[in-house]
C-alpha cells in the first residue's frame, strides 16, 4: 500500500494503523469540479479537431470505401493539419479505433479495420 497516508493511534499499550479519508471534493477524488464538454475527450477531439474537419457520423458508415474516400478528402482539404494528408487521414482512423477500445462492436472494428487497407489503396501506397 505504497503512497497510502496512515495515522497511528496508540489503544492500550497497542499501536494500530488506521487509513485516513479523503474528502469526497479532493484533487483525486472523481468529482474534482471539472466540467468536460462533450462527455468524453476523445469525442471531442474527432468532432473538433485542428486537423481534419470531418463529415459528421464517418466512422458511423458500412462501406470502407466511402469511410476511406470521405478520411482523403477531408485531409486533402484541411489546411491545418501538420502532417500530409495520408497520415492525418490515418492517424485520425486509428486514433478512433483506439479511443473506442473494448466498447467498439466486432463487425464495426473489422470494417475500420478494412478501411486502413483501402485508405492505402486510394493513396497509392501499396
Known sequence: MAGRKTATRKTAGKSTQKPTTRKAGSARGKSAGKKLSPKRWSQRVTEQSDALDLRQGVFKLTDPRKIAASLKRSAERSSRRKAGAYRSALSMLTFYINRAGKGLPKTQRE????????????????
Do not use: I, V
Open 111 to 126: 470494417r475500420l479495420e478494412r478501411t486502413k487497407g483501402e485508405l492505402k489503396r486510394q493513396f497509392g501506397r501499396e
